[in-house]
């Protein structure tokens, strides 16, 4: 639950950062992480530590990536969104990769991505143990250990 609400925090103030025109330029803090903090009193200077963050050319895709997890969320998909436990708001909008594996992220709202860089079709990002790659399809994000997801407007796969 404690994870939840965290990655809740984490999304919504992702959002409003990037809805703000904040968003880290290409190749800005790519690879570095600085210390974030996690809850309630967490700030949009907290989120600008993370190490990179970018959309899809087409703008319906936006991702933050850092030493830690990526996170991505998708403004609009054709896919039936799916039944997660114990929430009461969106799925089917954000996903999660982490060391522990992926997940359906429960959140608000339709994200906006901003003047978040753009990551162009047949390229690739590495923050730490993350990479994730920019197709026509969607994007791909996988970890060290082999754990990944794909998120396109026509499906995803965790």
Not at 16 to 33: F, I, N, P, W
Not at 49 to 61: A, C, D, E, H, K
Not at 74 to 82: A, G, K
Request: proline share 4%.
């Amino acid at each position: 639950m404690v994870v939840a609400v965290l990655v809740l925090v984490f999304l919504v103030l992702f959002v409003q950062r990037l809805a703000s025109g904040d968003g880290v330029a290409a190749g800005e803090g790519a690879g570095t992480t600085a210390g974030v903090t996690s809850g309630p009193d967490a700030s949009a200077a907290d989120v600008a530590s993370l190490g990179y963050s970018f959309q899809m050319p087409s703008g319906n895709i936006g991702c933050v990536m850092s030493e830690e997890s990526v996170l991505c969320a998708i403004r609009s998909f054709d896919y039936q969104p799916p039944d997660v436990a114990g929430c009461t708001a969106d799925t089917g909008v954000a996903f999660r990769l982490d060391s522990a594996g992926t997940a359906h992220v429960c959140s608000t709202g339709t994200p906006e991505f901003g003047d978040a860089a753009q990551l162009p079709y047949g390229e690739s990002r590495t923050v730490g143990e993350f990479t994730c790659t920019s197709s026509e399809a969607g994007i791909s994000c996988s970890n060290a250990a082999g754990q990944e997801f794909s998120l396109r407007r026509a499906d995803f796969a965790l």
